[in-house]
């Protein structure tokens, strides 16, 4: 199949000779033929030398890649390359493991389908788009997820707020493939609600799930405080360690409802846990109890760059009253998932939080996303999940 031609300006091949998934708009020469944005382009050198295969957009990314190679975008392509993510998933013992019904399949960068991210919620995946390419490939998506895993029924389509808006697709959540409302999924044997039709993201944040399984190591007997708890993740994983009291604090009334309920599915009766529907920050001001096990992980505090100052003093802020609050011999999680913000950026804002506490601290873990969350090699924009667990005397 023949598809329009990007062709670059003269040297700026040399991303792609790295193998790096995007082309800049600054980088294009000249484009031959009709293009309009989701549209599948070849890219060639400024010598007409075919480069790669992507889908075009308007903005400063011009085009994603979907292959380096002179391959058709068919219903085999999205079959092969979505069963490579599959595969890998088997590899990792997410996929059709009794004990995990829930991980990520698709991971756009990091599974070589840019824009694209499929969530596993048992017998539902959940489809999210962010860029017009994917929305338009959303049937050969879905049909291609049902043939593949394993017990899948239902495919949930759910890119209203992740697409560019001013594509104006008119994009509506729904299904594209079944029907099912909120449903329970398993993640190291403990369960969890998941709402995908109402909840944040896809409906779970699943990339938190090897540092929540860390977490319960040190739990023990420890007074927790679970910050921007959303469901009550950290919470569930608290309890199953031995915490001795577990408080959940989040904005959301509605997330806070559900966080109960899943402690109820997992310890019911348990007196150890109370959740606050409250903002963060109010809560460490206003709160007398002494905790020795804290867990910040906040939403993105940036995802511009131009707020990006802004974002640091955030961390560092949320950090300072954290180490105010601690216990001594206390332990502290501490998370950034802002994909601009650089691990050392992070880690600054925490030192300068450190600092201003006058505290021995030590760091005990550096944390990242988990595998089922992948980085491509040549893309080290695709690393976003960055943590510490520190030690406080």
């Not at 001013?166 to 329970?184: C, H, Q, R, S, V």
């Not at 007997?221 to 989040?250: C, E, K, P």
């Not at 109370?274 to 505090?301: G, H, M, R, V």
């Amino acid at each position: 199949m023949i598809y329009p031609k990007i062709i670059l300006k003269k040297g700026k091949e040399e991303p792609l000779l790295r193998f790096h998934p995007w082309i800049f708009s600054g980088a294009i020469f000249r484009i031959e033929g009709t293009v309009h944005e989701g549209d599948i382009v070849e890219v060639h050198s400024a010598n007409n030398e075919l480069m790669a295969v992507g889908h075009y957009q308007i903005g400063s990314i011009a085009v994603r890649i979907l292959s380096f190679s002179n391959i058709a975008i068919d219903d085999n392509f999205w079959m092969n390359t979505i069963q490579q993510a599959y595969t890998l998933r088997k590899t990792l013992h997410l996929a059709e493991n009794e004990l995990f019904t829930t991980y990520r399949l698709i991971h756009g960068e990091g599974d070589h389908l840019p824009g694209l991210i499929v969530d596993i919620y048992g017998e539902t995946a959940v489809i999210q788009a962010h860029s017009v390419g994917m929305h338009h490939s959303r049937v050969v998506i879905a049909n291609s997820l049902i043939n593949i895993v394993k017990g899948l029924k239902n495919v949930y389509y759910k890119s209203e707020v992740t697409l560019p808006f001013k594509a104006n697709l008119a994009a509506e959540d729904g299904y594209l493939i079944g029907n099912a409302e909120k449903g329970i999924v398993k993640e190291s044997g403990l369960l969890f609600l998941v709402d995908w039709i109402h909840g944040q993201k896809t409906g779970f944040f699943v990339d938190q799930r090897e540092n929540r399984k860390l977490l319960q190591y040190y739990a023990n007997g420890r007074t927790m405080l679970n910050l921007f708890g959303y469901t009550g993740g950290f919470s569930i994983y608290g309890l199953q360690g031995g915490a001795a009291l577990v408080h959940s604090v989040d904005s959301s009334a509605r997330a806070i409802e559900v966080t109960n309920e899943n402690v109820a599915l997992n310890f019911p009766n348990d007196t150890r846990h109370q959740a606050f529907a409250e903002d963060a920050f109010k809560f460490l001001n206003q709160s007398n109890t002494t905790y020795d096990l804290i867990i910040l992980d906040p939403p993105a505090f940036a995802k511009h760059k131009n707020v990006l100052h802004n974002a640091l003093q955030g961390y560092r802020k949320l950090n300072a009253q954290a180490f105010e609050k601690i216990a001594p011999n206390g332990i502290l999680f501490t998370f950034s998932c802002s994909q601009i913000v650089s691990k050392e950026q992070f880690r600054l804002a925490v030192f300068t939080a450190a600092a201003q506490s006058g505290r021995r601290i030590r760091i005990l873990h550096q944390l990242s996303q988990p595998a089922d969350h992948p980085i491509n090699i040549y893309h080290v924009e695709g690393e976003y999940l960055k943590g510490l667990v520190l030690y406080v005397e």
